[in-house]
């Protein structure tokens, strides 16, 4: 007999303080793979997609389900609020594909490998630092500082702003947090300025801090150009065609956020599942051969954001199930990574698996992760920097999560440094 789904839910933040709930995407992947998630009013409810073929298929099909029309979050967000925080992902082709043809170029294998010596220097100094202290913090030692100072390295932005900036990111996606959330002061400062919470992308002022401090470099280097990533953002162009301003400023925004709490989140879970695998880590460390798969399992081991949102165009069918044209459909990457119909026993964090499939960076499609180089460049490079240094880790205490529907985040992981 089919369980009863009518009571599970899989959005609320609170769910997630407990961890991944993988049972309920299990149960409905079996039973309900597109499955009426009510919400409370005035929402109106979304289907909850949790196959990976069909995540797949709805992420290719930007006719059928748009990213533009009602943004990517599960928020319901009004015309002038959509009109001020649109960014390329949430637009939809031909204008997505006029953006993405801009900036595509800088973000390049090779692009990113010129980054790759960097990133290492910065890993080797993170890991002295810790090798130093003996008992640390991997979350905020490490992982939240690496991430933030490729970026602003790469970004062009001044090294002493790198803590800053992290602090603006975590303060975007961590709203729903009571530790990480903005000040008030920080909401009635934006409300002087005119801007309500939901005229903000995350409904957070972080994101207006974001958009002068980003706006202000990129008229830096309009005037003096330099060999960093802003000034190509800012110079920019495809077949004659440039970023406007306010483009190039929600892109930068947009930067700030996708490449720093993603990366760090997979960095954190990833060392997190080393830790309860050692034997995982030593396999690694004897093979260095299966580098490339390991980060793809870290990659679907951590599934750094939970979902994404699309909006129905046309009255259409996924699998059978009606979807009326303006439904709310959520895609769940978290639940895709462990479909059974791709990744036999999904549960099992094994560093020899073809996880290439994850669907990590998104289902394909126009939005697919214009980070993907990069984000496993850096987790590559900070794992190739434990195995040289042959470091093993044990948590000294209980890990803490985010409260957060959209960012699988740990918040701090206590670690000693152990004998190998
Ligand atoms: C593990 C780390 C990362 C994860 C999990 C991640 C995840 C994602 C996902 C799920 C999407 C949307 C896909 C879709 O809607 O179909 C996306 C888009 C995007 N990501 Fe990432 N990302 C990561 C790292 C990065 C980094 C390092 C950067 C850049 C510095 C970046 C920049 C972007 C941008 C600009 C988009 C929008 C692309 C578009 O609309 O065409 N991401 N990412």
């Not at 957070?204 to 060999?227: G, M, N, V």
Request: aromatic share 8%.
């Amino acid at each position: 007999m089919a369980p009863d789904l009518t009571q599970l839910d899989v959005k609320s933040p609170d769910v997630y303080l407990a961890g991944v709930p993988h049972e309920s995407f299990r149960l409905l992947r079996e039973h309900d793979p597109v499955h009426w998630h009510p919400e409370a009013a005035p929402d109106p409810g979304f289907w909850a997609i949790t196959k990976h073929a069909d995540v797949v298929a709805i992420s290719r099909d930007p006719k059928t389900f748009s990213s533009a029309e009602r943004f990517i979050y599960y928020e319901e967000i009004d015309r002038e609020s959509m009109d001020m925080r649109r960014s390329m992902i949430e637009t939809d082709p031909p204008d997505h594909t006029r953006l993405r043809r801009i900036v595509s170029p800088l973000f390049t294998p090779r692009t990113v490998d010129e980054y790759r010596d960097h990133a290492q220097r910065i890993a080797h100094r993170l890991l002295d630092q810790a090798e130093a202290a003996g008992s640390f913090d991997w979350v905020g030692d490490v992982c939240e500082l690496m991430p933030i100072r490729v970026f602003v390295s790469v970004f062009g932005a001044p090294e002493a702003d790198a803590d800053y900036l992290a602090r603006l990111a975590n303060q975007l996606v961590a709203i729903d947090d009571p530790d990480l959330a903005p000040p008030p002061e920080a909401y009635e400062r934006a409300r002087a300025r005119g801007f309500e919470p939901h005229h903000l992308p995350f409904r957070s002022p972080a994101a207006l801090d974001l958009f002068d401090y980003t706006r202000d470099l990129c008229a830096t280097r309009r005037e003096a150009p330099q060999d960093d990533l802003i000034t190509r953002l800012v110079q920019a162009e495809w077949e004659g065609d440039h970023l406007t301003d306010s483009e190039l400023v929600n892109f930068c925004q947009l930067l700030i956020f996708a490449g720093n709490e993603t990366t760090r989140n997979s960095l954190a879970s990833g060392m997190l599942a080393l830790i309860e695998h050692p034997e995982q880590l030593d396999l690694l460390q004897r093979d260095r051969s299966l580098m490339k798969s390991a980060v793809e399992e870290i990659l679907r081991w951590a599934t750094p954001i939970y979902c994404f949102r699309r909006t129905a165009m046309i009255d259409t069918e996924v699998r059978g199930t009606r979807i009326a044209k303006g439904d709310k459909v959520v895609l769940y990457y978290v639940s895709g990574n462990f479909d059974e119909a791709v990744f036999p026993d999904p549960l099992r964090f094994d560093i020899t698996r073809d996880a290439s499939a994850q669907l990590v960076f998104g289902g394909g499609g126009p939005h697919y992760c214009l980070g993907a180089f990069l984000a496993r460049m850096q987790i590559e490079t900070l794992l190739t920097a434990v195995l040289d240094r042959e470091l093993r880790f044990e948590t000294t205490g209980p890990t803490t999560r985010m409260r957060t529907n959209f960012a699988n985040a740990l918040k701090t992981m206590p670690v000693r440094i152990v004998a190998p």
